[in-house]
């Protein structure tokens, strides 16, 4: 039995980081019923590489947050569609949301409303800044919270920072910290029978994701200095020239350090720098780095990871992703699958699923994300509508089937 089985959420996300944070609950076994409006589906269904998927309304930006969800679409700003909904979420024990502030106070689906229907709901919402202060109902992006968080300033060297990074990864570092505190409130309420409204921001979704940050710049009163692909302060932790590509080394500690200058053929140098501090090695930074730069270009990339790595220092050659993506390592591990749900021509599609695994019952996708409206019909029997029912809600605009 998977963690989340039997438990139900009602999920008003979109984009990215809402649609995570339901996605990591729905692989653990919960059910996700994905909301979306007739007239405003998620616009990440037209986002992505493949015209056919994004044809479809499962751009391969949406599959990879989409897996194991079903698909409700419904005006849940018509009454009926209200009553559609308050009915869905008086059965559910999680509701997920990510709209700007009044977005869904105007339907009555904001947590004053739908708590007295259901006072044992979870519901987590999640905006860019959070509900309170002066930026609560200020938009936001990744790229924007990246820039006002002061991550980007951060990311690059000194000659080329500001640097946006290329993947959203504050999207989907909010989307894991709000799967995290949902689960954190289900386990509450099993002690204590209450439910919970959490308020998760992006902005302090990256603070977190800055901590060592954060708290050196309090210390010094003044902002991190970018440090592109190197430490300012530990000559072996840093990015260099090979022969045929570059090697990424992470001799951190003054034992990996010591070790490097081994495995580099320096053995007077090893025992060197075994006996100093971290303040005398610091301030061996700019000789040491220019003298592991002539050495490792000796040789090729892989060939210095695989000597580093064997003498237990951390190294890896540079990659790109689709090299990464084929590399036994990845290959061995579950975080990628494949699933039920797509033509021949993508039926060997695999999405990242969750950054864990289970001995047993542990994060699993088996159907990748469905087609607007597709389990409008099912989940409309499941609340207690009738074939009727439902044909006369379709005809009306109120439901949208699949």
Not at 163 to 190: E, I, K, M, N, W
Request: glycine content about 10%; aromatic content about 6%.
């Amino acid at each position: 039995m998977k963690a989340f089985e039997g438990v139900r959420v009602v999920d008003f996300t979109h984009v990215l980081a809402g649609p995570f944070c339901t996605y990591q609950l729905a692989v653990m076994g919960a059910d996700v019923i994905k909301i979306e409006s007739p007239n405003s589906l998620d616009m990440m269904r037209a986002e992505g590489v493949s015209e056919l998927l994004a044809d479809e309304g499962r751009g391969s930006q949406f599959l990879p947050q989409s897996a194991n969800k079903r698909s409700l679409i419904v005006d849940f700003n018509s009454d009926e569609g209200r009553v559609i909904v308050k009915r869905l979420i008086k059965s559910a024990d999680v509701l997920v949301e990510n709209f700007r502030g009044g977005v869904l106070a105007r339907a009555e689906l904001d947590y004053d409303s739908v708590k007295k229907i259901n006072p044992y709901l979870i519901y987590c919402s999640l905006t860019g800044f959070g509900h309170t202060g002066p930026k609560a109902q200020h938009p936001a992006y990744d790229n924007v919270i990246q820039a006002f968080s002061g991550l980007m300033a951060q990311t690059g060297s000194t000659d080329t920072a500001p640097v946006r990074v290329g993947p959203p990864v504050l999207d989907y570092g909010t989307g894991a910290q709000a799967a995290f505190a949902v689960s954190a409130a289900l386990f509450q309420r099993g002690n204590t029978g209450l439910g919970q409204h959490i308020d998760v921001s992006m902005l302090d979704a990256a603070l977190m994701l800055m901590s060592t940050s954060v708290v050196d710049t309090q210390l010094t009163g003044g902002a991190p200095v970018p440090p592109g692909n190197s430490n300012a302060t530990h000559p072996g932790y840093a990015c260099f020239d090979t022969s045929d590509g570059q090697i990424m080394i992470g001799a951190f500690t003054g034992k990996q350090y010591s070790e490097l200058w081994q495995v580099l053929g320096q053995p007077g140098l090893s025992e060197l720098v075994a006996r100093l501090d971290t303040r005398e090695l610091a301030a061996r930074v700019r000789q040491d780095r220019a003298l592991l730069s002539t050495l490792l270009m000796a040789k090729p990339a892989q060939w210095w990871e695989d000597e580093l790595n064997t003498a237990g220092i951390p190294a890896s050659r540079v990659r790109q992703l689709d090299e990464t993506l084929k590399h036994p390592q990845v290959e061995s591990r579950r975080v990628l699958q494949s699933a039920n749900g797509l033509d021949s021509e993508y039926k060997n599609l695999k999405a990242p699923v969750a950054a864990f695994s289970f001995e047993h019952d542990g994060p699993e996708i088996t159907q990748h994300g469905a087609r607007p409206g597709y389990s409008t019909t099912e989940i409309l029997l499941d609340i207690g509508y009738t074939p009727e029912q439902i044909s006369t809600l379709e005809t009306a605009g109120t439901v949208k089937v699949g």
